[in-house]
């Protein structure tokens, strides 16, 4: 069973990820957005990590919802909303109990990743972090650590891709052959997960 504790460590290798990517991140949003991605996720989750130490949610649902909260208040660039609406629809779906199974979390992400395709209007193969999050959701059915390697394999998977959603759509043509920077952060989002789980 997963517990409070498993979510707080999940949100905390989320920040020290993007801390560690913000550059690489950023980086990959100055080839086909506005080179402000890595900002946005280090100060995104930076106050997530600090909303949690100060209000100590009791439950994963709990955890989640505030930090989905706190990435829609404190981020202003699409991912903000995005992210945020991810995490709150996962927590809402996650319910009060305190611990929560493997398959419910499945389930749970499976409503916060199909929230953010409603919210954003995006599909797969629209070069968004929803190439990421699809396929991961999917394979954490088995595993954290299938849903780490399955969101990498599908943000490797954007660079080919044509944008069709989001800032790097106006390039049309001209944002094949670089990675999606939604994608890539999505993937650090998964990384942190199995690293929560020990896989
Ligand atoms: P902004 O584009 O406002 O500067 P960010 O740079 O923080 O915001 O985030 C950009 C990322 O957000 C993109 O790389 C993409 O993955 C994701 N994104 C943008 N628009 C959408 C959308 N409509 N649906 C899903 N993801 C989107
Ligand atoms: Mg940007
Ligand atoms: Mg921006």
Same mark, same amino acid.
């Given at each position: ?78 991912? /903000?909303? *995005?992210?945020?609406?991810? #995490? %709150? ?8 109990? $305190? =611990?929560? @199974?493997? &398959? ?49 394999? /599908?943000? *490797?998977?954007?660079?080919? #891709? %044509? ?8 390039? $049309? =043509?001209? @944002?094949? &052959? ?22």
């Amino acid at each position: 069973m997963l517990d409070t504790d498993f979510f707080r460590r999940w949100m905390a290798a989320t920040a020290a990820a993007v801390e560690r990517e913000a550059e690489r991140l950023t980086g990959l949003d100055s080839a086909i957005g506005d080179a402000d991605h890595g900002s946005n996720m280090r100060r995104g989750f930076g106050t997530v990590t600090a909303v949690l130490e100060s209000e100590s949610p009791a439950t994963p649902g709990a955890v989640l919802v505030l930090a989905g909260r706190q990435l829609i208040s404190t981020v202003g660039g699409a991912s /903000g909303p *995005l992210y945020g609406t991810l #995490l %709150r629809r996962t927590g809402k779906a996650l319910g009060e109990s $305190g =611990e929560v @199974s493997q &398959g419910q979390l499945a389930e749970a992400f499976g409503a916060g990743v199909a929230a953010v395709a409603r919210l954003g209007g995006a599909k797969a193969g629209d070069k968004t972090m929803l190439d990421a999050l699809l396929p991961a959701s999917r394979a954490l059915a088995d595993s954290a650590g299938a849903a780490r390697d399955a969101a990498r394999a /599908g943000a *490797l998977g954007t660079v080919p #891709l %044509r944008a069709r959603k989001g800032r790097a759509s106006c390039l $049309g =043509e001209g @944002s094949v &052959g670089h990675q999606d920077p939604g994608a890539a952060s999505a993937a650090l989002l998964m990384e942190a997960l199995a690293e929560a789980a020990g896989e």
